[in-house]
């Protein structure tokens, strides 16, 4: 017998399993997976501008940076802004999604590409970000490759405000709407890597970025 | 209107250790207007029995307790712990017996630990005692977590004017007694309770009050033997009663 | 991992009498606690989204088999390999097998508890494959020797600092650091060559999600990003009971998981892996496997035990445990300390291999209050301490106590008797004094305490007295 048949033979022993209860534990089944229900969610007030409220108020709890901006044109010269302030430098690599904006003419030597262990910045879109509890969800392509806000001590993110949603269940559904299925790798980013293992002192920057700024773009 | 007739169920403890808990209880309820009777042939509740895998001997004791105090109208411990026994887990260790479990489960609904008696269901205006001086109090684990007395016995002591309550850090964490638990991992037991008696000594308090005479015993106990020989340790129903 | 559970009274002992751990474990404990606390305040509503926790986990385990047909369907249709193991043995074979396949030489891991039951570490490095373990505490435990870990959260949690500082000064022949952000980035700096050479990455899994075949990992280093994004292989390994239904339950998880375990309102990195790269992508594995584990999980199924499956390994009832606080984690003796461990380990390991545990806390259910899926822990405790009794695996001087006892106590006039004698006799051995300093009838009480004196009289003679007087005068 297979390791396989082995367990679920005496998974099914324990359950006494039968026709009987098997044919009721399906439709149990079926009736979780298509009522997709909700547990308790803490109350938020869902205007778009409590939203975004909310989203920088956790965020900056989280020890991100929030920068607002009124178009998505400034995102550059904000990123730039925010390099010079932070002595940063000048150069990054960005997400092959964000090859519209004009880096160059922000002074920003950008490359197009994924990650590499020597990239210090990287810069990300993110699929939509979540209110509650200030948290970017990323979803991984060919144009938004997942190391990007991971390798590099420096991660930024452009946020478009239209994007900032209440619950991370509602980002399950836009993402059902939008590509079907699920991406090789969903990441809900709160915040620069962290660690609490020595003696449960924080310190930040454990494997992924030291930092992470948003750019919030007010569409 | 005919006097509540009380079944005192008096625990095995305070009958070894401290009958003056004992006759505290019984002033409480005597003075609230009870009629109280203390039936002869009470022992244990099987309490020790079952929490340490002594499913047979819970279960006869279980029934003996039934039989002896389900004529009352209500059943009262000075004790969360054997109270909680009662209420909880008679109905559950009788399940497999459908005529106890229903006869556990109608005594369960009577039975109360002694400050939750007297606050929730005597509703007493006041108590026959007074006490001078400042108090911290120990909430014990079963009463606390199971029976949900926590305002109770804080109730009863904002009616006396001398006492001044004084809570500890901590007063909700465990003593490290757990009955048998102590005697078989006395070191660990004794650590525990190390911190609680810091709680206790830190509060500044003159006495720490409790409602269950085991917690009251191991912190008398690692008081002493930390040097400490001021801090009173008594139960509550004594401070209540006017006899402490 | 050997099971040194068996030696748990010995090792209590050491762990109350090494200063240093005493020292760390003082100070981990209101962090954990505070932390949760304040972190439950922004839930509205704790009672209502674990009454709902508790039913996503049984409305899997209720029918653990169709839910794992479903999940790996699932997972297969994704692009994953799904295996199954029945023990750690059956672990070690598979991994040992990928690996070998995909001509591995190093894996990076992220930390996995069941890689600790299975010995997996030690299985590889026989194998000729470097494991690196890249969890930070998980990492000072490896290099110090292989240490086992000693929480499920923070596995190192009983290292200070000192502890570390001289550590890595050994292992990594550097100048010895003493603030602890420069010993993060040593370490840092060290695993991020191993997770670019790596080939390998091997998870644990927090969630695996049925209707997606997905596995949810919670991190909040990065090191479990890292591990599942940089090698072109990556082998998850969980227990069987850890499908849930849908996304949506995973939210409602993550609601509690997050702040029970580390008092945040949700952890830095939360992924949701599916499937393998596509040929077009940056990054990502080549190859998704699953090992899904059985190690003594299936026998759980539908018995005495079943509600034990639903637990998340958030570590709430360990930090809030009063024994734990006291002794640590390593005096359990496995992988799993604290009240969930004391019935994991005897239903897992073996109840013989593991008397003392169930009995090892005060049932002071403060584990059962903190549980985020509201597992009676306490109960389950005693219900092990009866089936200890029932296999006669108790000592049989105790089992004799026991029974007197009971049967003492069924006899009203005999116990009277024995109660006063007792009594009297309590207070001959306290003489003149308020206290009896040891007590030969319980030496374990005398450790660290002294046994009040009593009255000296029972209440039921007293009693008696008192109505006899009452009666005369009436």
Same mark, same amino acid.
């Given at each position: 017998? /297979? ?5 679920? !033979? ?114 990300? *879109? ?51 709407? $939008?590509?079907? /299925? ?38 | ?5 009380? !079944? ?22 005597? =003075? ?25 001997? %819970? ?11 389900? !004529? ?8 969360? /712990? ?6 909880? &887990? ?18 369960? #609904?009577? =039975?109360? &630990? ?106 008398? *106990? ?23 | ?67 794992? $047909?479903?999940?790996?369907?699932? %997972? ?77 959260? %923070? ?42 050479? %790596? ?63 580390? *008092? ?15 040929? $077009?992508?940056?990054?990502?594995? &080549? ?70 545990? @169930? ?18 822990? @306490? ?32 006899? @009203? ?26 007590? #030969? ?34």
């Amino acid at each position: 017998m /297979s390791s396989r048949e082995d367990i679920l !033979g005496r998974v099914r022993a324990g359950l006494q399993r039968n026709a009987g209860n098997a044919a009721v534990g399906r439709e149990v089944m079926a009736a979780a997976l298509s009522s997709r229900s909700q547990g308790p969610k803490p109350a938020m007030d869902t205007a778009p501008q409590a939203l975004l409220e909310r989203f920088r108020v956790k965020s900056e709890a989280q020890s991100s940076t929030v920068d607002i901006v009124v178009a998505e044109a400034e995102v550059p010269t904000a990123i730039a802004r925010y390099l010079t302030a932070m002595k940063l430098p000048k150069a990054a690599v960005a997400q092959p999604a964000l090859a519209a904006l004009d880096w160059a003419g922000a002074g920003l030597a950008v490359e197009l590409r994924g990650a590499r262990d020597a990239d210090l910045v990287g810069i990300t *879109g993110c699929f939509c970000a979540v209110a509650e509890t200030g948290t970017l969800m990323m979803c991984s392509s060919p144009a938004t490759p997942a190391a990007v806000s991971l390798l590099p001590e420096t991660h930024i993110a452009v946020v478009h405000a239209s994007r900032i949603l209440p619950y991370m269940e509602d980002a399950w559904n836009l993402a059902r709407a $939008e590509l079907g /299925s699920l991406p090789r790798a969903v990441n809900f980013i709160s915040g620069p890597s962290r660690t609490g293992d020595i003696e449960q002192t924080i310190v930040l920057g454990a494997h992924g970025p030291y930092r992470v700024h948003l750019v919030i773009v007010e569409d | 209107m005919a006097r509540v007739r009380v !079944g005192l169920f008096v625990t095995c403890l305070v009958d070894l250790m401290r009958p003056r808990i004992g006759f505290a209880a019984l002033k409480l309820l005597e =003075t609230a207007g009870c009629e109280v009777i203390v039936p002869e042939s009470q022992t244990c509740c099987g309490q020790p029995a079952w929490n340490s895998g002594d499913a047979p001997g %819970a279960v006869a004791l279980a029934k003996k307790t039934i039989a002896e105090f389900e !004529g009352f109208d209500y059943v009262v411990s000075p004790s969360g /712990s054997c109270g909680d026994h009662i209420r909880t &887990e008679y109905p559950t260790l009788l399940a497999a017996e459908p005529g106890w479990r229903d006869r556990a489960t109608a005594m369960a #609904s009577r =039975t109360y &630990e002694l400050t939750d008696f007297l606050v929730t269901v005597l509703k007493v205006d006041s108590v026959p005692g007074d006490h001078e001086g400042s108090i911290t109090y120990h909430d014990s684990c079963s009463g606390l977590r199971s029976m949900g007395i926590k305002d109770q016995p804080r109730a009863l002591l904002a009616k006396m004017k001398g006492v001044e309550l004084r809570e500890m850090n901590g007063c909700e964490e465990c003593c490290g007694f757990g009955g048998t638990f102590s005697v078989k991992f006395g070191e660990v037991s004794a650590a525990i309770a190390e911190r609680k008696c810091d709680n206790v000594l830190a509060s500044g308090a003159k006495a720490v009050v409790g409602g269950d005479l085991g917690c009251l015993l191991n912190i008398e *106990g690692k008081l002493r033997r930390m040097g400490d020989e001021n801090t009173k340790v008594l139960h509550v129903a004594e401070i209540l009663a006017g006899d402490a | 991992m050997e099971i040194k559970s068996m030696r748990f009274k010995a090792n209590a002992a050491g762990s109350l009498a090494n200063v240093v751990l005493q020292g760390n474990l003082k100070n981990a404990k209101g962090k954990f606690v505070t932390k949760r606390a304040e972190a439950l305040k922004d839930l509205d509503d704790f009672e209502g989204t674990r009454d709902a926790a508790v039913a996503i986990r049984n409305k899997v385990i209720d029918n653990l088999d169709l839910w794992l $047909e479903r999940f790996e369907q699932k %997972a297969q249709e994704t692009g994953a390999t799904v295996m199954w193991a029945k023990d750690g043995a059956e672990v070690c074979r598979l991994v040992t097998e990928i690996a070998r396949k995909h001509g591995v030489t190093k894996v990076t891991k992220s930390k996995s508890m069941l890689s600790e039951e299975a010995g997996l570490n030690q299985a590889l490095e026989a194998a000729g494959i470097q494991p690196v373990e890249t969890d930070l505490g998980e990492y000072i435990l490896q290099v110090d020797n292989n240490e086992p870990p000693s929480h499920i959260i %923070a596995p190192a949690v009983h290292k200070s600092l000192d502890d570390v500082a001289d550590l890595f000064h050994k292992v990594h022949g550097t100048p010895r650091k003493t603030e602890i952000p420069a010993l993060t980035r040593e370490a840092r700096e060290v695993l991020r060559g191993h997770f670019l050479s %790596a080939e390998m990455g091997l998870s644990g899994g927090n969630f695996l999600v049925a209707e997606t075949g997905s596995v949810a990992l919670v991190t909040n280093e990065g090191n479990g990003r890292m591990v599942t994004t940089m090698p072109k292989v990556h082998v998850v390994i969980t227990g069987i009971e850890k499908v849930i239904p849908t996304l949506e339950d995973l939210s409602t998880l993550m609601r509690l998981l997050p702040r029970s375990a580390t *008092g945040q309102s949700i952890s830095n990195y939360f992924s949701i892996l599916t499937g393998v790269k596509k040929p $077009e992508e940056h990054d990502g594995p &080549e190859h998704l496997y699953f090992v899904l584990v059985d190690s003594g999980r299936a026998d759980v199924v539908g018995g005495d035990f079943h509600a034990m499956l639903r637990c998340i390994r958030c570590g709430a009832c360990m930090n809030h445990c009063p024994v734990y606080q006291t002794i640590g984690g390593h005096a359990y003796g496995w992988v799993y300390p604290g009240p969930m461990g004391s019935v994991l380990t005897p239903l897992y390991a073996g109840m013989e291999n593991s008397i003392d545990l @169930p009995h090892a806390a005060t049932l002071c259910n403060q584990c059962g209050v903190v549980c985020p899926v509201g597992i009676p822990l @306490p109960d389950l405790l005693r219900r092990l301490r009866e089936k200890q009794t029932e296999r006669g695996l108790r000592p049989l001087k105790e089992r004799i106590g026991l029974r007197l006892w009971a049967w003492v106590a069924q006899r @009203p006039k005999l116990y009277a008797l024995g109660a006063s004698l007792g009594a009297r006799y309590l207070k001959w051995l306290a003489g003149d004094a308020d206290r009896i300093r040891l007590l #030969s009838t319980a030496p374990e009480w005398s450790l660290g305490r002294d046994f009040p004196a009593p009255q000296g009289k029972t209440f039921r003679e007293l009693y008696a007295a008192r109505q006899k007087i009452n009666k005369e005068a009436a």
